[in-house]
């Protein structure tokens, strides 16, 4: 069963304090990793594409990568604007039906 | 305004009432999908849609049903609302093509009592 878990649920910074989200998935037939951005009260807003090992995408602060089980969301001197729920998707192919599989996200607070 | 809209925004329905909520799109995408959001669980596929008068069932389907007659609407209905379909429900759509992202309406908050 494809899989997606995303640590840790919830993560405290302080305003410039860098740090990463992890999105680790058991999958077959990956065709692609997606992150979201999710504020409350709001349906999740589209950061990022990665489609193959090794590949960066970069956003502002936000830079995604992606490894042959993981992608990381690093966030490099964040912002209190940045607090937000990230979630990571996968877009799996089994026997010809399509679909994303999300993880349940993990919530960003940045003190200032 | 450009977009994908879903009416209403907040819903209170009673225990076996049907409720019907609505999600139009502004882009002309051919695909459309329904989610539901629960702690613990994440987004959850419902059904989806890759063109008018096709769908399909997704992860969670029971309980639900769509239509999709015209490419800009994809109302789903809740033939007799449960307490367990309590939840914030999402629509979103894709773009045609080989990239799979795809962009989320402001949601629904439903309440069943």
């Known amino acids: 069963e494809d899989q997606v878990t995303q640590s840790p649920e919830a993560l405290r910074l302080q305003e410039g304090e860098s740090s990463s989200l992890n999105c680790s998935y058991t999958?077959?037939?990956?065709?692609?990793l997606f992150w979201y951005r999710q504020d409350p009260g709001k349906g999740p807003e589209f950061l990022f594409t990665l489609y193959s090992a090794g590949e960066e995408k970069e956003k502002e602060r936000l830079k995604a990568t992606l490894t042959k089980k993981e992608s990381f969301l690093h966030i490099t001197a964040p912002k209190p604007e940045d607090s937000a729920t990230y979630l990571c998707a996968v877009h799996v192919t089994n026997f010809g039906n399509e679909k994303l599989t999300f993880g349940t996200g993990t919530r960003l607070t940045i003190i200032p | 305004d450009a977009g994908i809209t879903q009416s209403p925004r907040y819903k209170i329905t009673e225990t076996g009432r049907q409720v019907t909520l609505m999600c139009h799109q502004t882009?002309?995408?051919?695909?459309m999908f329904w989610y539901r959001q629960d702690l613990g669980h994440g987004l959850r596929l419902i059904y989806y849609?890759?063109?008018?008068?096709?769908?399909d069932k997704g992860e969670v389907p029971d309980g639900y049903v769509v239509s999709r007659s015209k490419t800009e609407n994809f109302p789903l209905t809740l033939e007799s609302a449960t307490r367990s379909q309590t939840s914030v429900y999402f629509c979103?759509?894709?773009?045609?093509?080989?990239?799979?992202?795809?962009?989320f309406g402001p949601g629904t908050r439903l309440t069943v009592t």
């Open positions: 979103a759509s894709k773009m045609d093509g080989s990239s799979y992202e795809q962009y």
């Open positions: 882009w002309s995408h051919s695909y």
């Open positions: 849609s890759a063109a008018a008068d096709i769908t």
């Open positions: 999958v077959s037939g990956l065709r692609g």
